[in-house]
T-cell receptor
Framework: AQSVAQPEDQVNVAEGNPLTVKCTYS??????LFWYVQYPNRGLQFLLK??????LVKGSYGFEAEFNKSQTSFHLKKPSALVSDSALYFC?????????????FGGGTRLMVKP | EAQVTQNPRYLITVTGKKLTVTCSQN?????MSWYRQDPGLGLRQIYY???????DKGDVPEGYKVSRKEKRNFPLILESPSPNQTSLYFC?????????FGAGTRLSVL
């Protein structure tokens, strides 16, 4: 079985400060890892993914995430937060050996960026 | 424009009245899936389809049906809706592991 934990329901950060949204995962094999963002009244949008290779992955809107195999983590980061980054963020994992392509999502973390 | 289209966006119904939520994608993706989103639970997969006429259960399939007669369409059917199916539903298609989501259907079952 595969699972994802996002330990913070909400993260508050001031505009211009760095932000981190935490994610840890559990899979039996090697993981594919994803971050998605959801703005109000919208579907989820893909931000970035880790498949293989460099542990630091860069994605859309200046976001990046670091894959840490020993800590089974894939935290989302951004050096300087914008008010427009305020949204709901989801981490997701898929076992590479999962032929069904099933993606398991975390419970989501609401990011609030204050001016 | 590449997109996944769901209809309706909002639906209020009563217990036991059959309903269908349609989903269509114009990206020629083989893989499609349905999720429900509930507060604190994230998204949970209901059903997925790897190709035409191939469907399989996700994490929470009870009370739902799907069909995949054409590549572009993947309707979600609730034969006898119950209040615990009140939720926000998303359809998605996938290519290269990346999922492309529709705008969502907010369903209330009274």
């Amino acid at each position: 079985a595969q699972s994802v934990a996002q330990p913070e329901d909400q993260v508050n950060v001031a505009e211009g400060n760095p932000l981190t949204v935490k994610c840890t995962y559990s899979v039996s094999g090697n993981p594919y890892l994803f971050w998605y963002v959801q703005y109000p009244n919208r579907g989820l949008q893909f931000l970035l993914k880790y498949i293989t290779g460099d542990n630091l992955v860069k994605g859309s809107y200046g976001f990046e995430a670091e894959f840490n195999k020993s800590q089974t983590s894939f935290h989302l980061k951004k050096p300087s937060a914008l008010v427009s980054d305020s949204a709901l963020y989801f981490c997701a994992v898929r076992d590479r050996n999962n032929a069904g392509n099933m993606l398991t999502f975390g419970g989501g973390t609401r990011l609030m960026v204050k001016p | 424009e590449a997109q996944v289209t769901q209809n309706p966006r909002y639906l209020i119904t009563v217990t036991g009245k059959k309903l269908t939520v349609t989903c269509s994608q114009n990206m020629n993706h083989e893989y499609m899936s349905w999720y429900r989103q509930d507060p604190g639970l994230g998204l949970r997969q209901i059903y997925y389809s790897m190709n035409v006429e191939v469907t399989d259960k996700g994490d929470v399939p009870e009370g739902y049906k799907v069909s995949r007669k054409e590549k572009r369409n993947f309707p979600l059917i609730l034969e006898s809706p119950s209040p615990n199916q009140t939720s926000l539903y998303f359809c998605a298609s996938s290519l290269g592991g990346i999922q492309y989501f529709g705008a969502g259907t907010r369903l209330s079952v009274l």
